[in-house]
């Protein structure tokens, strides 16, 4: 892993809140593509005792975006659709995101997210939209 993406994995999970609240962790980037795992917790579930629907597009919308910033640009998701596949009852979750295509605006992803036994239980297609803008953003000198 280059020192860039080192660097955009690392600014990932100290400044994405929703995702350290979640319990979303980056296991792996490159420009491209992402893989992620939550650690499934009591909060995660619905009342049925299976993980929420929001709970897993939490984890396809965090590695999207992680996928698609591994340029070293910002982009966020501009639409998503998930299909949920299989009930979620066995953590940890993991998400693979891989780009299908990209231009210099948009880019277009898979996400797949499995349980805990390797099963998949969700796959999505999205489109993010790319910013001129650096990400991680250039800190101003003071």
Same mark, same amino acid.
């Given at each position: 892993? $280059? ?11 100290t400044h994405? #809140?929703? +995702?350290?609240?979640?319990? @979303? &962790? ?36 965090? $590695? ?12 966020v998701t #501009?639409? +998503?659709?998930?299909?949920? @596949? &299989? ?56």
């Open positions: 892993m $280059t020192e860039e993406l080192k660097h955009i994995k690392e600014y990932h999970s994405n #809140a929703f +995702a350290k609240a979640m319990n @979303i &962790k980056i296991l792996d980037i490159d420009k491209g593509y992402a893989k992620t795992i939550m650690e499934l917790k009591s909060q995660h579930k619905n009342s049925m005792g299976i993980t929420h629907g929001g709970a897993i597009f939490a984890i396809v919308d965090t $590695t999207l975006g992680a996928a698609a910033t591994a340029y070293g640009t910002f982009a #501009a639409a +998503a659709n998930i299909s949920y @596949i &299989k009930a979620g009852t066995k953590g940890p979750l993991t998400a693979e995101a891989r780009e299908l295509s990209k231009t210099r605006k948009l880019g277009t992803y898979e996400v797949k997210v499995y349980d805990g036994d390797q099963s998949l239980i969700a796959i999505a297609q999205a489109t993010m939209y790319r910013k001129d803008k650096p990400y991680p953003p250039v800190e101003e000198e003071k």
